[in-house]
Structure formats: C-alpha cells, structure tokens
C-alpha cells in the first residue's frame, strides 16, 4: 500500500491541519496517512487525527524506540557533535524528534512519500509513487546545490567516503523524499555503525542531524536517489520553496513558469510564525494567504482577520527588544 507519512507534534498543530488538508485537497478524503510523534506532545494532533479515518498516529512503541536507539548509537560515534550542540545551546541530543521520520521504513505502508510538517501537497505524487516502481529513494529538490547543510565539507574524510561527484548529484532534502519500507533492517544498520565508528562519522553534519543522516544511509548502501530536478524534462521542472518569489498562486494551486508545483516547502520559517500568524498577528511571510487557505480550509469563519499593515517576518527587532535580550529578559 503506498502511503503519506509526516512527522509532527502540539506544536506546529496549525501546519500539520495545512498539510492535511492540502493532501485531501488533492488526493480526497481517503489517502491514507501516518504521523510520526516528534515527542510526546501529541494531545491535539491526536484529537485533530482521530477526526480523520485515513489518518492513523504511529503508536509502535518498539519501532519509536529501535529508531530512537540507532540514532543515539550513531551520534555517540561523531568526534565532535555533543560540542558543537552544547555551544548552539543544546543539551542532549539535538533536535531528537526529528529522526523519528525514519520509522516510516518499518511501516504501515510498502511505499511513502515522506513530506514535512512545514509543507503543502499542490499537485498529485503520481510521478513520485511511479518512479519508486525503478528506484528505492526518489526525491524532488535542488539540496546538491549547498553540500553544507548535508555534509561537514571542511572533513578530508569525505573525499575518501564519498567521490564529490556523487556528492555533487546525490544528496537532496530530508523534508520530501519517497522510499520504501524495510530498506535498513538490522543487518544494514548495524553494518553502518561499525562503519561510523570506523571514523566516518566526522562527515556528518550535526545541526541538520535527520538530513545528514537519511543521506549518509542512502548513499552509503548504495542507494541512489532518483532525483526528478536532475530526471524530468527541463520544461516541466519547478521549484519547490517559498525561498522562491516568483511563484504564481492560481486558484490555491502554485505555479513556477506556468508549471505546476508537486509540493511547496515553507523552509526556513520558525513553527512560532505560523502559530502566531493563526493567532491573528499580522506578520507576514511567503505565500502567507495559501497557508492560511489550507489551514482554515474546514473553518472558515474561524482564519484570522488582519488589519492594518503586516510586520515582514523577519523584521530586525527593536532596540529594545535587542537591549532586553542581551540582558537575557526576553526570549
């Protein structure tokens, strides 16, 4: 069965109903799907997914916590990553939650599309599922283009892991990509470990940890994503971020060129932009109006109304602010 799968928790709830009805949007009320718990703040996507019968929160607490378990052991191998996190301000492991996306590969579905909870579907995943009949990973973005959110590029051990030519062609974005399940059974996880431990884990970049991860997985068994940027004819590539402004939006469908989108990502902007926007801040940012549309696509009456002039969401804060913060009285 083929399948979309997301991960989320209470705290981008607003992003999550987007997404959700932006799928529904597209493909009906009956695809199914799977949310992976980030954490364990899941009372209100719990109480939004119970109202959605082909919606299903991933409760297998052995495969939640097989995953959580390799990521740890992977982790304990870098040099250097526990430092790097405690001087950003982390404890722990950083940003945890977030491989927990993985578990996709134990199931419920033979096939995902994996796509982030700061995402919208805008066209049918036909090209996507069909390409998986030839391929184990197809993915649809332009991430080769900076290796430094994938790779630490400064380690001389990359060169030796991977030839720059394929890291050039094969690394791509952790928010949207299709697999297959049961692609890392314990053999080849372990296999991965002993191979980290060996000093690879130097190349892993750790303030993007899943994307360093799931890339690092892929390429090195060997798994050779199928890149649709890189497969599809030049006249039907699009973009796929918010990053992008020239975009048009046509009947809450976006376009790149005449061309429609498979997917928009609202990369780089905060989870508290979105709440607070929902809340009826008048902030603005990127293809604020369509989040909004999917977001109240069921409540209508209940989209926030603005008035007055839209702060830009990445307005410089005020003196002040800035003054209070260095005095660590604000967050």
């Known amino acids: 069965m083929d399948g979309i799968c997301t991960l989320a928790n209470d705290r981008i709830y607003d992003q999550l109903v987007a997404l959700l009805n932006s799928i529904e949007a597209i493909l009906g009320s009956q695809f199914p799907v799977c949310v992976y718990p980030y954490d364990d703040h899941t009372e209100k ?13 991933y409760d297998n607490q052995d495969s939640i916590e097989k995953w959580d ?110 697999s297959k399940k049961d692609l890392f059974d314990e053999e080849k996880r372990d296999w991965l470990l002993s191979k980290l431990k060996e000093g690879e884990a130097e190349i892993l970049y750790p303030m993007a940890p899943d994307q360093t991860m799931i890339n690092y997985m892929m390429m090195r068994c060997d798994i050779i994503p199928f890149n649709l940027a890189f497969n599809l004819p030049k006249d039907k590539i699009t973009g796929c971020c918010v990053t992008s402004p020239h975009f048009q939006v046509l009947d809450n469908l976006v376009y790149d060129g005449g061309k429609r989108l498979v997917y928009l990502h609202y990369i780089g902007l905060s989870s508290k932009l979105f709440g607070k926007v929902c809340n009826g801040e008048n902030i603005d940012f990127p293809y604020r109006d369509l989040f909004l549309h999917y977001r109240y696509l069921h409540e209508k009456e209940n989209r926030p109304q603005f008035k007055g002039k839209p702060k830009a969401y990445n307005q410089p804060p005020s003196l002040m602010k800035r003054v209070l913060k260095k005095l660590n009285l604000v967050n």
């Open 69 to 178: 378990n390799f990521v740890k052991a992977v982790w304990d191998t870098h040099p250097t990553a526990q430092e790097i996190w405690r001087n950003a301000g982390s404890n722990g492991y950083h940003r945890l939650g977030t491989h927990r996306r993985f578990c996709a590969f134990d199931g419920p579905f033979d096939r995902f599309l994996y796509m982030d909870g700061d995402t919208l579907l805008i066209d049918s995943p036909d090209i996507v599922f069909s390409s998986l009949d030839d391929h184990d990973c197809v993915v649809y973005d332009f991430q080769h283009k900076d290796p430094t959110h994938v790779y630490t590029v400064t380690s001389e051990k990359l060169n030796e892991v991977f030839p720059s030519s394929r890291v050039e062609s094969e690394i791509f974005c952790s928010g949207f990509y299709a």
């Open 45 to 57: 996507i719990a109480a939004l997914i119970a109202k959605r019968p082909n919606v299903q929160l």
